[in-house]
Every structure is written in structure tokens, then in C-alpha cells.
């Protein structure tokens, strides 16, 4: 009764969300992987996210992931997972420059290897042995910023500026509905929101650099999505969990879990 | 130079270890309490082995079934226990044992203990696995060299699963029923020995505890296949190594006060369950054993 009251007041908090979203990470079936309180689950992932950001301009953003994860079995079925990983992060055309006396050296941001962290939690409802339905709320932050220089020239005049992508993080409620299929396989769909930003600071402004110019906050062009994804037992315990969401961009990912 | 050499002393002698590698239970010496020193004395001490269930027929000296259910097994302990080792740095080895009690009793014992109530057990748990997987290289490489090539496959799988789902080496899923891939207690020492080096003689090193030439050696060996003997500067590899053994003790606490209150003479018996534990370990893989390892009767 208490996971229905949870689920209904997480759905009610989907319903009347912004419209503005981001995912970050795989969602994972809507049942908890673990084996009751204190049960633990460890995993390592693999999430290629893509999203467009929107502030006046639109930015396209793509990220590559690698992480490990941990689940822990909490009270009344709900799991609590943490994730900890490195991401690369790329703006698609972010030094293209609009105006035809700035030229520069290159066209996109990039920068790899950044630590980041994501903390989720989960409850499910079964209806029966097959169907239930679950709900989770997951965030993300990254620990540190993403840099990347342009150098060209203006008006004949050579300039460098170094971007810095500060505090990008999202936050995502969503629910599940899951239905287990023969051989323990689970097969899930959902609806989510989103929300997430961030800042980019130029260490001096270009003009015609749409990116370059001023300091500028990005939000989520979208605020909603869908999910799907299949759990997939292997042998001696560990478990594949491939998943796709999409919202303005496609995002896909694999994790390979352990249940102890 | 002399300012900062003393608290890298200290930390040295805060720490223990043993003398061939990275399981703490070869180890024998006061610095470490291992949990399996005292099913090696079982071995060393008839009065301790259990007694054959009456049912089971067992011969006499001469071979013929009576009733005496322990003289199959008495004689079979005293064949391993005719097991020693030359001893001729007696009088510096016994010097080394008191100064190694010494060391545990009034240092490591209590920074262990104070640590132990502070971190839950769990944790140090965990902080032993990680250290034992961090010593992967050492078991996988020693592996390959007795040419237990099984053994290596374990260890690389056990490495793998370790790192990447036990949350780098904190928790030991390899060990689950489900994957049961179990540990290869291999070193450098044990190499030796599967290749007919025997023991030598008995050394009692400060700090290290007990060892023989043979262990020493392999010891540098080991040493150089442990990952964080490249940290720089070179004391905060020491550093870890003292947090490491500090760890372990403060998992086996009493173990080694057990082994002293049930020995009349701890010294003889801590060498003779050393080099019955070696050998045991020696021998469990098949290697050749010399003659000196075998048990000739050449102490002194």
C-alpha cells in the first residue's frame, strides 16, 4: 500500500514536471536487482547519451560513459544505487562561428575523461508473478569541469579562448511497467521526465562564436522521454541489462550486473 | 634527511609482515597473527589431532589392525613432524623472535586494536580484499611459473571479477558459490622450492619474521610484482604496506596470543610450524621437494 502511495505521488510529480529534460544513465528494470534488504549488486556499464541543449541557441551534446555501479536493498523493496564513472563530453558545432570575419581552428568542444557520479532510487509493485509496475528518481553531477580551446581570428586579429563547461548535472523521475518473461528475462517500458543543465564560461568573448561570447546557462530542450530495456540472466550470477531511452536524442547502454 | 627518516621508521616498525609474500597466514612471526598457524601446529602437536572414530580399523607399527584408533595418525605426524630446519643463527634468530614480540605486543597490537574500534569489521574486510587482489600480479605470475596454468586462468578470472564487480578488489564476488574461483596462495619462495630449492636455514628478520634463503629471495621477488613498491616517494609505499599489515592484524587479533600461551618454547614452535606450513604449501602443487625440505634431520 505504502509503494502505491509512493509510485502515485511520483507519477503525480511526472504529470505536473517542467518540460524540460536529460537523461543520465540507464534506468534499469523497474524491480529491484537485489535480494531483499541488504542485499547488494555491483555492476559496470556502458551509456552513449546524446541531448540538445537550448539557451537562444540550440546545442547538440554527446557523451560517452563508463561506470561502475553499486545497488543496496533498502526497506519496504527499494533499492538505492550509486555510480561512479568517466564521461567524455562533446558540443557538436560549438566554435562554429556565424560570422564571416571570425574564423576558427576548429568547429566542435571536446573534452574526455571527467569524473562523474549518479545516485538513484527505486521502488516496484508487482500485480502478479509477471507484471508489476516501479518508479525511480536517479541524478547525476560531474565532479569537475570540461575545458576545451579554440584559437582563430577576428578581423584578422588571432585570439584563443579556452570554454569551460561548469556544473553539468541532471536530475530524472520516471515509472516503469515490467513484465518477466520464462528464463527470469524482464522486459521493461516507461515514460520519464528530466531536467538538467549547464554553464559554459569563455575566458573572453568572441563574437560570431555563439558559444564563446557570454557567458551562457543551458537547459534541456525537451523535458520528457521514454524508455525501454531487457534484463537478460547469464551464467554464475551476473545479469546484461541493455537499455535505449529517448527524448530529443537517442541514448543507448549495456551493463553487465553481479547479485551477491 | 635524519628529520623525516625517523617517522618513515616509524612507520616501518609500526608494521609487520612476513618474509615470502602476501599472505599474512606464512607468516609466523609475533608482527602478524595469522589465522592458520594454529591448524599447523595441529600437525606438529600430536596431543592436539583428532581421534580416529572407533569404528574405523587401523593398524598397528607392525601393520596389523588394533585398536588404537591414533597410531595411524601419530605416526603419520610424526613423519611431518620430523620436518626441520637448520637453525644455525639460533642466538640472532632468538634475539630477532623477542624484538619481533616486542613489536606486536607494545606497537602493532595496539595501533590494530584502536584502529579495529574504529572501523567496522566489514570494512577491513574489505580493505583485505583489495589489498589481496592488488597482489594478483604476484599469485598469476608464480602460477605460471610452477606451470599451473590453471591456476593462472583462476587467478586472471578471480582478478577480473574482483576489479570490476567487486568494486576494485573491496568485495570478493570470485569467491561466490556462483563463481567459485578460489585463490592461488602462490610466491616466489614457493617457485623455489617447486623447483628443488630447499630452505636452507632458518631466519628470524626483524620486522619480516620468519623466513630461509630460499624465502628471502623470494621475497624480493614478490616485492618487486607488488604494485605499490612504485608509489612515489618510496614512503608512502611503506606507508601502505604498514596500513595493509596494520589491517590484517586487526582482523586476527589473538591468534598469534594463543599460539604463544599453548607452546612451551613459542620460538621452536613458531619455526617449526613455519617450515612444516612452507613446506605443506611447497608440496601441495606437486613441486619437487629436496631432500632438505623433505625433512633430513640436519638441524643445528
Same mark, same amino acid.
Given at each position: 500500500m505504502k509503494s502505491i502511495k509512493v509510485i502515485m505521488l511520483i507519477v503525480f510529480v511526472i504529470l505536473i514536471a517542467p518540460e524540460r529534460a536529460a537523461a543520465s544513465g540507464p534506468f534499469g528494470p523497474p524491480q529491484p536487482i537485489v535480494k531483499g534488504v541488504g542485499g547488494v549488486h555491483t555492476g559496470i556499464g556502458y551509456w552513449f547519451h546524446e541531448d540538445t541543449y537550448k539557451n537562444g541557441t540550440e546545442q547538440v551534446t554527446r557523451r560517452n560513459q563508463a561506470y561502475s555501479e553499486l545497488g543496496y536493498g533498502s526497506l519496504n523493496g527499494w533499492e538505492i544505487t550509486a555510480r561512479v564513472g568517466m564521461s567524455d563530453l562533446k558540443l557538436i558545432?560549438?566554435?562554429?562561428?556565424?560570422?564571416?570575419?571570425t574564423t576558427t581552428s576548429k568547429t566542435d568542444f571536446e573534452e574526455n575523461g571527467k569524473f562523474f557520479g549518479t545516485v538513484g532510487a527505486k521502488g516496484f509493485y508487482p500485480f502478479n508473478n509477471t507484471f508489476g509496475i516501479g518508479a525511480f528518481i536517479q541524478g547525476s553531477y560531474y565532479f569537475s569541469d570540461f575545458a576545451d580551446t579554440v584559437s582563430g581570428t577576428r578581423n584578422g586579429t588571432p585570439f584563443s579562448v579556452e570554454l569551460r563547461i561548469r556544473n553539468l548535472w541532471d536530475v530524472n523521475f520516471g515509472m516503469g511497467f515490467q513484465a518477466t518473461v520464462p528464463y527470469d528475462i524482464k522486459m521493461y517500458i516507461g515514460p520519464y521526465v528530466y531536467y538538467t543543465e549547464l554553464k559554459g564560461s569563455p575566458s573572453a568573448d568572441v563574437a560570431g562564436v555563439a558559444f564563446a561570447s557570454v557567458e551562457t546557462t543551458m537547459k534541456n530542450k525537451i523535458g520528457f522521454g521514454g524508455f525501454t530495456g531487457i534484463e537478460v540472466p547469464l551464467a554464475k550470477g551476473f545479469r546484461l541489462n541493455l537499455e535505449g531511452q529517448y527524448s530529443e536524442k537517442l541514448s543507448v547502454g549495456a551493463a553487465v550486473i553481479y547479485v551477491y | 634527511m635524519k628529520a623525516f627518516s625517523f617517522p618513515v621508521l616509524l612507520l616501518v616498525f609500526f608494521a609487520s609482515g612476513c618474509a615470502h609474500g602476501p599472505d599474512p597466514a606464512v607468516s609466523l612471526a609475533p608482527p602478524i597473527s595469522p589465522p592458520r598457524v594454529r591448524q599447523v601446529l595441529v600437525v606438529s602437536d600430536p596431543v592436539q589431532i583428532p581421534p580416529t572414530p572407533p569404528e574405523m580399523p587401523v593398524k598397528s607399527e607392525t601393520g596389523k589392525v588394533d585398536d588404537y584408533g591414533d597410531i595411524e595418525v601419530l605416526e603419520k605426524v610424526s613423519e611431518e613432524a620430523k620436518v626441520e630446519i637448520a637453525d644455525p643463527l639460533e642466538p640472532f634468530n632468538r634475539a630477532m623472535y623477542h624484538f619481533n614480540d616486542k613489536l606486536y605486543f607494545w606497537v602493532l597490537k595496539p595501533v590494530a586494536q584502536g584502529y579495529r574500534k574504529v572501523v567496522p569489521e566489514t570494512a577491513r574486510v574489505g580493505v583485505s580484499n583489495f589489498f589481496a587482489n592488488l597482489a594478483f600480479p604476484i599469485r598469476f605470475v608464480n602460477c605460471l611459473l610452477q606451470a599451473n596454468f590453471e591456476g593462472a586462468a583462476a587467478e586472471l578470472g578471480r582478478f577480473t571479477v574482483n576489479t570490476l564487480w567487486g568494486i576494485g578488489g573491496f +568485495?570478493? #564476488?570470485?569467491?561466490?558459490?556462483?563463481?567459485?574461483l578460489s585463490k592461488q596462495d602462490e610466491d616466489f619462495g614457493q617457485t623455489l622450492g617447486a623447483y628443488g630449492i630447499g630452505q636452507g636455514f632458518y631466519i628470524n628478520w626483524p620486522i619480516f619474521g620468519p623466513s630461509s634463503p630460499r624465502d628471502t629471495v623470494g621475497l624480493l621477488g614478490d616485492t618487486l610484482l607488488r604494485?605499490?613498491?612504485? +608509489?612515489? #616517494?618510496?614512503y608512502a609505499g611503506a606507508g601502505v604496506w604498514t596500513y595493509d599489515k596494520v589491517n590484517d592484524t586487526s582482523l586476527n587479533i589473538g591468534d598469534y596470543e594463543s599460539l604463544k600461551e599453548a607452546a612451551i618454547d613459542p620460538y621452536v614452535a613458531i619455526r617449526d610450524a613455519y617450515v612444516q606450513y612452507r613446506l605443506k604449501k611447497v608440496n601441495r602443487k606437486g613441486g619437487n621437494i629436496s631432500k632438505e625440505d623433505a625433512g633430513s634431520p640436519e638441524k643445528k
Open positions: 558545432n560549438a566554435f562554429d562561428s556565424s560570422n564571416a570575419s | +568485495l570478493d #564476488p570470485a569467491s561466490s558459490k556462483d563463481i567459485s604494485p605499490y613498491t612504485y +608509489l612515489s #616517494p618510496w
